[in-house]
């Protein structure tokens, strides 16, 4: 399958952990890391293509890293 990879900026470490984590526990199939980005805390979800996922993760605000 191919992976994809989906980026959200959130204001604080605790808020991406908690997204992070969040997506973790809906679908166990997803790996997420979390890094600092400028003035920003990145979450940085990745999976197999699962339409139900993406139409979840671009609803919250999450779009394709770039």
């Not at 973790?24 to 890094?35: C, E, G, L, N």
Request: charged fraction near 30%; proline fraction near 2%.
């Amino acid at each position: 399958m191919i992976l994809f990879s989906y980026c959200k900026a959130f204001h604080s470490e605790g808020e991406a952990k908690t997204a992070g984590s969040a997506y973790k526990r809906a679908h166990s199939s997803i790996d997420y890391a979390v890094k600092p980005h400028g003035q920003t805390w990145r979450v940085k979800v990745s999976f197999d293509y699962d339409e139900k996922i993406v139409r979840n993760l671009e609803k919250d605000g999450f779009r394709v890293c770039t």
